[in-house]
């Protein structure tokens, strides 16, 4: 009865741990066939109904993206009648969204609001005394839904407002070029360039800013990191007020990576302690400082720590020149002490566009300015000037991407296809925009070609 | 006193475009029908611009055509001009218009009519339709004539109460002076049929042999023979021209002198007009920054000196008329026919109807035209010729015949008429079609024809130009799925180069070569890759090879709006009774009553929630 696909993550994403994706349909097993690789010899094709398997969820180039536990149940005996898939991811909030985004690559659809509910109860899994029930969630949930979606559109409202004051314009152009070609002639094709790429580049805008968005409710990946003994774990202790890390003055005390999770001014950080980057023989710190790398890698914010007492060393700049300074917090911990090697000159010539907090965690100096850094580092300073405070979640997200990609096309096809298929992709990003806002925005094209064309003969 | 005249299956009322496609459906579908008509001498009367086509319009004609309909047929042999227009913009948008001779028109039309089996022609205006039951019952005439029926055909466009206004000059009348139709609306009324009003107008006529025509454009016909009947014989007519002109700031200074005597700024008209057709007192005050605009002079006929002025459409004072006749370049000393004027009608509000364009009241009661708040004449046609079809199947006892949006043009009207509520006349546009690819002026028969055939409308002859066409048509495309070439072939290396295109990379069929916009079907021809075929047919495997991604894109697309379209919304569901279901969408569901899920999601103020419940509601009914 249902031809498409469906997924949704069915525990609400929050404080890491596990979580659920829901994934239900005819066609599901062979396309999370493609994104699951199983530990047993064994393909999930080949599995029967209430099975449980271990894997891994992998990227389009074969990485992994989290071990997962994923349970098979055969249509019927689930809990929508059909096929379903349950992925219980272990990896925190940002690998739940990964795995699922990977469930939409493949071509699965993100669930609407109680859609589960509702294919489970129209496939006859319900007892028909609940319908009622049901019907006040879909309610519920699609009116507020539409609600709660538009009211978080208040904030980027006018860019999408703007999105689709342009995609109407583009459209009324086309469109009454071909109802009214002898009052209005030929389009302009230059013109119509120009205002694609204006939706364009604000389609951009707001996508990225989704992106940021994500960062405000799946939480921020920030990894400290330095040569050792420079101060690295009695930061982390510092921030989560609490002695997780072990401290010492002997240098290379932390091996492993540890993390805990804290709240920065509203934005939820994970925030990982790794061991100090230097040159060793020793297997086991060696291992650690490997851990190290790769954490760095994947972190959203880095913060770079170095000591006062020392200087700046050969050891510190060979990180500062491995790591993406784009990310970069740099803090001079050990301030309280009486000989201070780092000058104002020095900080100023080496680190000149990157945020320098100058600290004492023994002294509990400079905290507040850290954190005043990392905040304003996700407000502004990952896009840097747009100044948009805006939240869009993952559904106003594709159906941004779903539309621009039409603007893309049509940008493509612009001049190299006649109208009435230039048509296509202009009216269908009008009409995948309307999505974001629950307007039919294709009627409203029509009053607009009366409102900018003298038409009629 | 009223006297029993006689008894017929089907009554249509009005004999204007959208009361002869009714009338001659049902005739030729069996049914015994009575054309009843205020005047015989105007039948088929275009009451404003001599012209039938152009985007979305040709489509309705092409669709009206294979359908069995006689407006294509009628056009071909009236016509003093035939273009394509839209040429350089693609397929779906090309269509053609034709300037129609409006005399002869008429008389075409005449004939036809009086020359088919089983259809009666009456010159009576009808005052009161009778019900029983709200069943329809008779209808009778002014003169006391009473005709039993069980199905009405009401085709009365703008003669229901109609008023005439030029100026300060007014008075109750239909179009080109003819009488009003004022008993009939009343009659609607009392059935419980809620009526609106509108407003349309036309522009003066002019005597052509005091136009100069030295200070216009001229604009000839294509030299091309076109046709808009897939079975009208090849024309060979002489083609006539029109003649380009356009308004000056001196025009345009009358009007705003004259401004508080316009009638359409003064309060005076309450009807709503078309904006795509507005009056040209309307463009001077709303684009105050144009200081001209364009005005075509065209032919009313070939044996008549009366033009008409496209553009000028107005309901200033007469004197005022004359003026601004006389401040466009070609016309200071124009000698005016016919002044402009502007009419307000009564119109039946359409979502009163079904998608059958049945009453949802009255058993047996049909409107089409412009009674239903539509404009054009191949509007009203094409509504015409499905209420015709509607009233006879019904007196078959029949299932009606409903075209989907997917489908044809005439789906997409008759869908938005019942739908969304207009508050200007309706006018069909290619951009109301969200299937436009599809639906094209070039397939209209391959999309229709059978389905014409299965109504009992498409006869013999018809019907075996058709089977033609599509054998011819599979050959063809056949052939050039078949015959492929190398990049070792050195014909194809050279036609390429010849054409600044690409060589070829791997095995290529002459159907996937079509696909580059530097290569034409016809050139295979002269290349001797492909027999000859005709040009039909040639056009069409050209389109269809060209724009097949597009095409089956839309083809997706159809096939996804196709699934809501069928869950079907049992006739005696009871909207108050479905749990939960918005206010709102209660009262609009119960006012359009929509025959599927999908006709219920286009209402606008019904929300997707909604639909899930109704979803869920229908599920549940059936177990
Ligand atoms: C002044 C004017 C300007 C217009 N301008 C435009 C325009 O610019 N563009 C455009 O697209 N369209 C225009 N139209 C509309 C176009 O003419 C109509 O849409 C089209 O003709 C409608 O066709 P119809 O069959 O519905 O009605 P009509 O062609 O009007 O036919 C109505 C028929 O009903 C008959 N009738 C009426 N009442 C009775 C009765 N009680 N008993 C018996 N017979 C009756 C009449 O005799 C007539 O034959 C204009 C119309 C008018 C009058
Ligand atoms: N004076 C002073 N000493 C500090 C400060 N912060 C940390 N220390 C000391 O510096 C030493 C190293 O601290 P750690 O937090 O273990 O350093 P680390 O960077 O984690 O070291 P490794 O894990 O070995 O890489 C300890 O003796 C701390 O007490 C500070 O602000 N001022
Ligand atoms: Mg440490």
Redesign the interface.
Known sequence: MF?EDIAALSTPPGEGGIGIIRVSGKGIIDKISKIFIPFSAQEIGQRRGFSLNLGWIIDDDGSKVDEVLLGIMRAPHSYTGEDVIEINCHGGSMPIRRCLQRCLDVGIKLA?P?EFT?RA??N?RLD?TQ??A???I??AK??RG?KLAVQQLEGPSHFIAEIEDQLLRVNAML?A???????VG?LDYAETKAILLTIKKLMDKLIRAGQRSEIYRDGLKAVICGKPNVGKSSLLNALVKKEKAIVTEIPGTTRDVVEDYINIRGIPVRIMDTAGIRQTEDIVEKIGVEKTREVIEQADLILFVLDAGTGIDKEDMDIFQEVDQSRLIVMVNKEDLERKEISEEKLAELFRDIPVIRASVQKSIGIEALEEAVESRVIQGMLPGDGMEIMINLRQKNALIRSREQVESALITLG??????L??DIGGALETMGEIS?RTL??E??DR??HDF???? | MNYEAGKYDVVVIGAGHAGCEAALASARMGCSTLLVTLSVENIALMPC?PSIGG??KAQLVREIDALGGEMGINIDKANIQIRL??T??????QSLRAQADKHEYGREMIKTILGQKGLHLLMAEVEEIETVDEKVNAIVTRTGARYQCQNVVITTGTYLKGRIIAGEVMYDGGPGNQFPAVKLADSLRAMGIRLGRFKTGTPPRVDRKSVNFSKTIEMPGDIQPWRFSYISPQPVREQLSCWLTHSTPETHRIVMDNIERAPLFTGVIKGKGP????SFED?VV??AH?SS??L?IEPEGRDTDEMYI??L?TSLPEDVQVQVLHSIPGMEEVRMIRTGYAIEYDYVIPSQAKLSLESKMVEGLFTAGQINGTSGYEEAAAQGLIAGINAALKVQAREPFILKRSEAYIGVMIDDLIT?ESDEPYRL????A?Y??LLRQDNADLRLTEKGRQIGLVDDFRWAIFTEKKKSLAEGTHLLHKTTFTPADKDVDKYLTSKEGAPLRDKTSLWEMLRR?EVKIEDYLNQGWLPPFQPEILEQMEIQAK?EG?IN??QEQVQRFE?MESKRIPEDIDYNQV??LSNESVQRLNEIRPQSLGHASRIAGV???DI??L??YL??RR?
């Open positions: 031809r609407e109680g509702k109860y129209l006859g028909l319908a009622e049901v019907i006040d879909i309610r699609t009116d539409l469109e070029s071909l109802d009214f070609p002898e009052e030929d190299q296809v006649p109208l009435d298929c048509g296509v629950g294709k009627d094209v029509i070609i009366f003298c038409i009629g003969k | 611009n985007p979305a227009i839209n350089g913009k693609g397929p779906a948008v904006r795509y057709c507005p463009k709303r684009f144009k605009h364009q075509f496209q553009g459409n969304k546009l290619t951009s109301r969200e436009r690819l916009t724009y597009y894109k839309q699934r749990y939960s929300s997707p929630a899930n419940i979803l869920i599920a549940k177990n």
